[in-house]
């Protein structure tokens, strides 16, 4: 998570997120760096980006300016806007009331962890009701 001000592109900090990802654990062999892949809408077709990605071997799959409808990536844009919305259901969150962008990050963080909580809880629930 990279917290910025609003009228920054994100475009302009797309190396800063990728240079700040952590290692990925897989269940087997060594965790890998990088993800495989990098899914991105139209704000992201710049020259700039592409490049950024393929230099640290990612396969880049950003939707083109005028050329490729965004359709394409509906799928797996999916992914990214549930993931928004469950973060949006904290109400300290979605208003922003805090002036410090620390206080921010923490409160985000907080609510990424108890999304994950709930969602783990919620699996191990329905896996135990199951013989």
Known sequence: MLVTAANVNDSTVLEDVLDNLRAIRQPLGRPRRWPAKLHGDKGYDYRSCREVV??????????????????????YRYVIERCLEWVSRFRRLARRYDRKAS?????????????????????????SNNP
């Open 54 to 75: 393929r230099l640290r071997g990612i396969i880049a799959r950003i939707a083109r300016k005028g050329v490729e409808s965004a359709t394409h990536l509906g799928r």
């Open 103 to 127: 206080h921010y990050l923490g409160f985000l963080r907080l609510a990424c962890a108890l999304i994950c909580y709930r969602r783990a809880a919620r699996l191990n629930l329905l896996t």
